[in-house]
């Protein structure tokens, strides 16, 4: 065949630059369902994967292409090995009629059943569409590449509908995506790098490793300002503290961003990290941060995946716009996660754990394995100078303006002294041990090292 003849929309072109040396085998020889389902290795570890044939009908799947797709679940399911989806695909075959639809559900109920048991990843690499787009928001990682497009209904049919004017990149492609539905985890900035954060998922989830005890500590408190009102980006602590080896992937990373989810690998084991970042909104707790984190605690837990928090956080984002939102119930999905977690679980408080958010940051009360603490930490129901604030308002209120200042300092030191901090905390149980921002790393590999491996019975509902 000429390279002029060569459709790179051809499913198996796609899935030869996904496995290992380009090769696989057919799962069932392929026909112009629209559909094919192959075995192969990613880094060395099996899986089934399966991909929509964009060059028939735009990809559009029918009843036959649809049992291509449970065929792969099973098999996927019978060797509990990773399943990748490799989405183009224009939604249901009008040809089938109700028929599709009918497959759609099955293939539906397939990925469902299989949640939480296999790690199921998907790559959007075109438009895709109706039924199409629910296959990869039912997965547990969605890899969006520039040419991919996920929406419900197509820009003709909201314009006929609604009469809104908009085309298919702006209707779900990666802008649409990458700050306001929180559907897609990665937003690749070129297809080959969208295939190469599948296999580095692929292999993270696949092959965990074993945690090994012995890794080099380094001083983590460069990463860290010392002043607890700096402002700064949590990603360099989270990158100095996972091995470098390997690479990190963050999930999620513009949605919600005062929130960080990353998949890494700590003294060459699988871990996932779950961390506040006060570069934005201060690192404070908000509606969308613990759904976010939520999903990802559970997508860990379900995998058996051990967890990593780095917990430096001032409370939870007040406002009517946030409770509108439904801050109580989507930050109640973070507690429930962790509550549930049976994964080994560490938190390590680096600068601040106010309130309601130093508990739901996993804390020693929600089950967590261990937490830390640095030395300056502070772990308190508010800030020392907001304390003060609400205790003595009275006193500040009849003191000159020029000397409020200096009596809010004075009187959140002496506060500071009376709650007990993080003394109070560990003094409590409520955390297990102060450790040197030095000695970080290898208590964390350690602990981790020592509990028993252990894993979620639950399915990853997307939440």
Known sequence: ???????????????????????????????????????????????????????????????????????????????????IGIWHSGGARLSDGVASLDAFGEVFQS???????????????????????????????????????????????????????????????????????????????SEQEAFDDIRDLTALFANHGFMSPDVNDIDLANFVPESKVRTYEVRPLIDALLDKETESIELLSVWAPNMMTIIGRLGGATVGVVANNPAHLAGVLDAAAGEKAARFVRTCDAFGIPLIVIADVQGFLPGAGQEWE?????????????????????????????????????????????????????????????????????????????????????LAAEHEKISGGVSKAVEIGAVDEIVEPSCTRSALAKTIADSPHRRGSHGNIPL
């Open 111 to 189: 990925m469902i059943s299989a949640s939480g048991r296999i790690p199921q990843l998907s790559l959007v690499l075109g438009p895709t569409a109706g039924g199409g787009a629910y296959g990869p928001a039912l997965t547990d990682v969605v890899v969006l590449a520039p040419e991919g497009r996920i929406f419900v209904t197509g820009p003709d049919v909201v314009k006929s509908v609604t009469g809104e004017d908009i085309d298919m990149a702006g209707l779900g492609g990666p802008e649409a995506h990458k700050k306001n539905s929180g559907l897609a985890h990665i937003i690749a900035a």
């Open 1 to 83: 065949m000429s390279p002029e003849a060569i459709d790179p929309r051809d499913p198996e072109i796609r899935i030869a630059r996904l496995v290992d040396d380009g090769k696989f085998e057919f799962l069932i020889p392929r026909t112009n369902c629209g559909m094919i389902a192959v075995t192969g290795l990613i880094k060395g570890n099996k899986v089934v994967i399966f991909a929509s044939d964009a060059t028939i009908k735009s990809g559009a799947l029918g009843v036959d292409g649809s049992k291509v797709i449970v065929t792969a679940y099973k098999a996927a399911m019978g060797a509990q090995v990773p399943i």
């Open 326 to 410: 439904g801050a109580v119930r989507r930050g109640a999905k973070l507690l429930h996660a962790f509550g549930e977690a049976v994964v080994p679980r560490v938190t390590l408080i680096t600068r601040r754990a106010y309130g309601g958010a130093f508990v739901a940051m996993n804390s020693k009360a929600l089950g967590a394995t261990r937490v830390f603490a640095w030395p300056q930490a502070e772990v308190s129901v508010m800030g020392a100078i907001a304390a003060v604030r609400v205790l003595h308002r009275r006193i500040l209120a009849d003191i000159p303006a020029e000397q409020r200042e200096s009596m809010e300092l004075e």
